[in-house]
Every structure is written in structure tokens, then in C-alpha cells.
């Protein structure tokens, strides 16, 4: 049973810094993508980066390019998104996420499985 687990979230201040981690179990092939997505209050859900499990390619949506990086650590099979320079628009619960599709993907209805999300406020 695959099971993905957020944690990290919290409190930030405006240009400080966070590292959220996904706790991943339950699948075989690392050829599988974990991605990150936010969710803001009344907006709809965006894709924000992904990387695939085997060659730890990353991928980032526009949006956050050079402020985010993904990253994995397989012998804890654990993904990271370092969040750096953080602004208030950053507010959101922060998702990850299962793809058993080949190839790269930020579209949210491509990836199968979900945790449970774990908020990131950014406000002084």
C-alpha cells in the first residue's frame, strides 16, 4: 500500500526558508515521479516541482524556478522541497505525490497517490 507523509510545514517569515519532506513507502519502481503541489485558500491546486525517483531529475514549474529545489535521499525514501526566499504568496498547504507514469509531469490529475498536505504559512 503506498502511503506518502508530509511534514515540515509551519510558520515562516517572509524571506526565510523551509524544507518540507514526503515520506514515501509502498511502491517498487523507481522509475515512479514525486511531485509537490500547493494549494492556496480559493485557489485551485498547482504543480510546483517533481523528480523522478531513479536519476533524481527535477523539474519546476515557472513559477518557482530558483527558489525551489527538490531533492531525494532513496535509502530513506525520502523527497525534499527546500523552499528559499519565501513571500507571503508562498501561503498554501503543500501536497506530495505519486506517479506511476513514465515521464515528468506537473499535472496534478497524472498522479495517483496523495498525503495527507501540511500548511506552510508565510506571514510576520
Known amino acids: 500500500q503506498v502511503q506518502l507523509v508530509e511534514s515540515g510545514g509551519g510558520l515562516v517569515q517572509p524571506g526565510g526558508s523551509l524544507t518540507l519532506s514526503c515520506a514515501a513507502s509502498?511502491?517498487?519502481?523507481?522509475?515512479?515521479?514525486i511531485g509537490w503541489f500547493r494549494q492556496a485558500p480559493g485557489k485551485e491546486r498547482e504543480g510546483v516541482s517533481c523528480i523522478q525517483i531513479r536519476d533524481g531529475w527535477p523539474y519546476y514549474a515557472d513559477s518557482v524556478k530558483g527558489r525551489f529545489t527538490i531533492s531525494r535521499d532513496n535509502a530513506k525514501k525520502t523527497v525534499y522541497l527546500q523552499i528559499n526566499t519565501l513571500k507571503p504568496e508562498d501561503t498554501a498547504v503543500y501536497y506530495c505525490?505519486?506517479?506511476?507514469?513514465?515521464?515528468?509531469?506537473?499535472?496534478?490529475?497524472?498522479?495517483?497517490?496523495w498525503g495527507q498536505g501540511t500548511q506552510v504559512t508565510v506571514s510576520s
Open positions: 509502498g511502491f517498487t519502481s523507481d522509475l515512479n515521479v
Open positions: 505525490a505519486l506517479r506511476t507514469r513514465l515521464g515528468m509531469s506537473l499535472r496534478d490529475s497524472t498522479y495517483t497517490y
